[in-house]
């Protein structure tokens, strides 16, 4: 049932909120948001909420939140729960339940490379892995097309071309409108503007790849190549898994990721050498009438090459103080060479 009605307010953000995709017409807004954690089973996001009710409500919230706040692009991946699947599950049954009148407002997004199923197709960058996970996804989110479809990571024992060639047909066969990389290589991104025009391939639009104030690798090798080829950049992890939201800045908090099982951001990276320059960060940012978290999504958002910041969230009320991020991407010479100085 149909409980929500999106704010009218929705697109009266920065003039600059919306941003151009490459070298397409496609526009995706600074702030997008991830449904990689938070969006899964019962019981396996950050609050616990052990029951389904509350922990759809909580999902819905969110998702709410951010569409009220102008963010259009809800990315997800086939393998985001856990249980991988579960995150399409419960945002295909929002989409339906509460954004069908709003399809043509989203950018709806997924993605396949990493292990879904037993056996020798349920992973990497095959032709049959990657339709056939394609197909089971749009199942799940319970519609017709995603809009931009990725190859979650490069598989070095399949040819590109065939990577390629598959995701060409996912376009060409109405299941996507854009195709996507995620975590290549500069090198390996030109190689895939190289094929895509020897071949007559449709070309990915965009690449995904981690980049914060934590983790600047792809400054010399990746941004480069997306420039040169055309390709918009959406960055995933611009808060360093929540290292960069201030909530680490005394010691780390029971309901932080670095606490939770299995997770990519274990209790030993919080080193004392660390969170002095989270601190020293900290600073900066409450100079610039920022939080932490704030500003860490404004300096990712200060390079035209990158068109979005994909956030992950536990609770609306994040949403609305992440995307306040966008009013203020441009730094004095002074600041960054300050937060350079810091993160060297």
């Known amino acids: 049932m149909n409980n929500y009605t999106p704010a009218e307010t929705r697109y009266a953000n920065t003039p600059s909120w919306f941003r151009r995709c490459g070298n397409t017409g496609l526009l995706l807004p600074a702030i997008s948001i991830g449904c990689w954690h938070n969006f899964g089973d019962t019981g396996t996001d950050a609050a616990h909420h052990t029951d389904e009710t509350a922990f759809h409500e909580n999902a819905q919230a969110m998702l709410f939140a951010a569409f009220d706040n102008g963010i259009t692009h809800f990315d997800l991946a086939n393998n985001y729960g856990p249980k991988p699947g579960a995150a399409e599950e419960r945002v295909g049954r929002i989409l339906k339940e509460n954004f069908a009148a709003h399809r043509d407002e989203l950018i709806v997004s997924s993605k396949a490379g990493y292990g879904m199923w037993a056996g020798p197709y349920g992973e990497w960058g095959s032709r049959k892995y990657l339709l056939a996970s394609l197909d089971q996804s749009l199942k799940r989110l319970q519609i017709p097309y995603v809009d931009i479809f990725y190859s979650h990571r490069f598989d070095p024992n399949t040819r590109l071309e065939e990577t390629l060639g598959a995701l060409d047909t996912a376009v060409r066969s109405g299941r996507a409108l854009y195709a996507g990389i995620s975590s290549y290589s500069g090198e390996q991104t ?54 960069l939201t201030g909530k680490y800045l005394n010691g780390i908090p029971d309901d932080s990721r670095a606490k939770q099982e299995n997770s990519f951001l274990g209790e030993g990276s919080v080193t004392p050498e660390l969170v002095e320059k989270l601190k020293k960060l900290n600073a900066i940012a409450g100079d610039r009438g920022q939080t932490l978290a704030q500003m860490a999504l404004s300096w990712v958002l200060r390079d035209g090459r990158v068109t979005s910041a994909l956030i992950g969230a536990s609770r609306a009320a994040q949403i609305v103080e992440n995307v ?21």
């Open 324 to 344: 306040k991020a966008a009013e203020k991407t441009v730094f004095a010479a002074d600041e960054l060479a300050a937060i350079d100085a810091i993160l060297k």
């Open 190 to 243: 030109r190689r895939v503007e190289a094929i895509c025009a020897a071949q007559g391939f449709v070309k990915p639009i965009i690449h995904q790849p981690s980049y914060s104030m934590l983790n600047r690798g792809i400054e010399k090798d990746l941004l480069p190549a997306t420039a040169a080829t055309g390709m918009g950049v959406i960055a995933f992890c611009p808060l360093a898994q929540g290292l």
